[in-house]
């Protein structure tokens, strides 16, 4: 094709509409694959719950108005909640009596959690999530993952790998 | 307490509840064929058995029988998964290109196809200016085959 054939015209119009489509669609490499959605509760009132624990007590979130939570979603098939537990239990002996702590049994059978949970020790409540209805009410795409919520029962802040003491310590001294 | 109340309030089903177990189990695979299950790969919830979308399908379920809407569903689960929770993304923000582009390249496509008509269509009949040398040519070559001279 001669120079003096090219329609510019074409050419133009067709860069106007591939260029933007090309843009978008390239943009899309720079995304992960594998990462996970973020939370948009974050903020937001945390969804109400009333759960039973593992040996058989009740409580609901909304009796707990005014006390700090922390919530944390584990199992004890999951390799990294057993490297978070030692740090939540010396977070829940440091903020006793002004933080509420509860682990939330997730994906798990009662008996092995039970058993975990005299293993490895337990200084809060456990609770049991039929169905995972309270773990989906909160966004939890898997274990472990910690959420905190403030007095006036808005989630403040979540993390989804294990935390360490330090950052339970960082993340509870900005609600208290 | 203010805040609780208000999300409780904000959520009232808006929908008849479902009570028919055939009618419930349908629209729940319904809904949950619409969104990606968060720990797949390209998968969706209705499809995936893995307790994530185990619990969501739960989540469906309990909604439906409640009476919420398909929206209110959805709803909460962007909420909780922002859109990325949805398979067929929402035609908002740089998504609108990707819907229209079918529409444009069609377009362009028509607009090429046209301007190469027409350009052919002068060259065989002489209208729209001078032609290139090599243009004459083959006009005078075809036109002897048509003896059309």
Redesign the interface.
């Given at each position: 094709m001669?120079a003096?054939r090219v329609?510019w015209?074409?050419l133009g119009?067709?860069a106007l509409?591939c260029l933007?489509?090309v843009?978008?669609l390239a943009?899309g490499f720079g995304k992960d694959?594998h990462a996970?959605?973020?939370?948009?509760?974050r903020g937001?009132?945390?969804?109400?719950w009333t759960l039973s624990s593992l040996d058989g007590q009740e409580t609901a979130?909304?009796e707990l108005?005014g006390t700090p939570v922390v919530l944390n979603f584990w199992a004890s098939w999951c390799r990294p909640c057993l490297s978070e537990h030692p740090n939540l239990l010396e977070a829940a002996e440091r903020y006793k009596g002004r933080v509420a702590f509860f682990g939330v049994a997730?994906?798990d059978d009662r008996n092995s959690a039970l058993k975990w949970l005299a293993t490895h020790g337990s200084r809060y409540p456990n609770l049991w999530d039929p169905?995972?209805?309270t773990?989906?009410?909160?966004?939890?795409?898997?274990v472990p993952e910690t959420y905190f919520i403030d007095r006036?029962?808005?989630i403040a802040d979540k993390v989804a790998v294990p935390l360490s003491f330090p950052q339970i310590v960082e993340k509870l001294e900005a609600m208290l | 307490?203010?805040?609780?109340i208000?999300?409780?309030l904000a959520a009232e089903p808006a929908c008849t509840p479902l009570d028919d177990d055939q009618a419930v189990t349908e629209r729940t695979l319904e809904l949950a064929a619409g969104l990606r299950c968060?720990?797949c790969?390209g998968m969706s919830v209705a499809a995936s058995s893995t307790?994530?979308a185990?619990?969501?399908k739960?989540?469906i379920e309990?909604m439906v029988r409640e009476g919420y809407c398909e929206e209110q569903i959805i709803d909460y689960f962007?909420?909780?998964?922002?859109t990325?929770?949805l398979l067929e993304p929402p035609a908002e923000g740089?998504?609108v290109?990707?819907y229209l582009?079918p529409a444009?390249?069609l377009m362009?496509g028509l607009?090429?196809v046209a301007?190469q008509n027409r350009r052919r269509l002068a060259s065989v009949t002489g209208e729209g200016g001078p032609l290139?040398p090599d243009e004459a040519v083959l006009r005078q070559r075809l036109l002897d085959e048509l003896d059309l001279d």
């Open positions: 001669s003096e329609n015209w074409v119009l067709g509409v933007p489509l843009w978008v943009s694959p996970l959605p973020e939370n948009s509760l937001k009132a945390a969804p109400d979130l909304s108005v997730y994906d169905g995972h209805l773990a989906v009410d909160y966004g939890v795409t898997g006036a029962g808005r | 307490m203010i805040a609780l208000a999300l409780a968060p720990v790969q307790e994530v185990v619990g969501m739960n989540q309990k962007i909420e909780r998964y922002t990325w929770v740089s998504n290109l990707i582009a444009l390249v362009l607009i090429v301007l290139l």
